[in-house]
């Protein structure tokens, strides 16, 4: 039995920010790398559609987002940053997005070809506020496990 798999190397990256209440996304792509500069694109296009409102942005601990010109980019547009704590996607609503977008495009598919591959991703996120956008609400909520007490275990 042969089972068909994606050959070669490229990729396709999707930088992302997600509006917590509306659930509008903003997505900066790429065939190459994620760095400093796709962050700055993404916090400008980011102060472009939220002028003069007080915008937090949530992001995880890559170096690249965290590095001063994104930081001075950042402060420059009024635009606060907050940094989860290591190992923790489950606190990032668009962790849940993505996971959602991997379901619809990637999980027991095969593609043909890169240009297939990144259309049907670019596809997928721009229906998250159309035809997905009942199942998006029901998966992007505030609904976060908490502990009201902590242990520690000692060993």
């Known amino acids: 039995m042969f089972i068909k798999a994606p ?39 980011i102060a472009e559609r939220y002028p003069g409102m007080p915008i937090t942005l949530i992001l995880d601990n890559a170096k690249y987002q965290k590095c001063i010109i ?23 609503l668009i962790e849940r997005l993505w996971k959602f977008v991997k379901k619809k495009c990637l999980y027991s598919k095969y593609y043909s070809d890169f240009t297939l591959f990144k259309s049907t991703i670019t596809e997928c996120l721009g229906k998250t506020h159309s035809e997905y956008k009942r199942e998006l609400d029901s998966l992007l909520t505030f609904n976060f496990q908490s502990f009201k007490e902590s242990q520690i275990m000692s060993l």
């Open 7 to 45: 050959a070669g190397r490229k990729r396709f990256n999707v930088l992302g920010a997600l509006d917590a209440v509306t659930h509008e996304l903003i997505t900066i792509t790429n065939d190459t790398y994620i760095n400093a500069l796709c962050v700055c694109e993404l916090l400008k296009k």
């Open 70 to 92: 994104v930081q001075d980019l950042a402060v420059s547009f009024g635009i606060e940053l907050l940094y989860l704590p290591p190992y923790s996607p489950n606190l990032n």
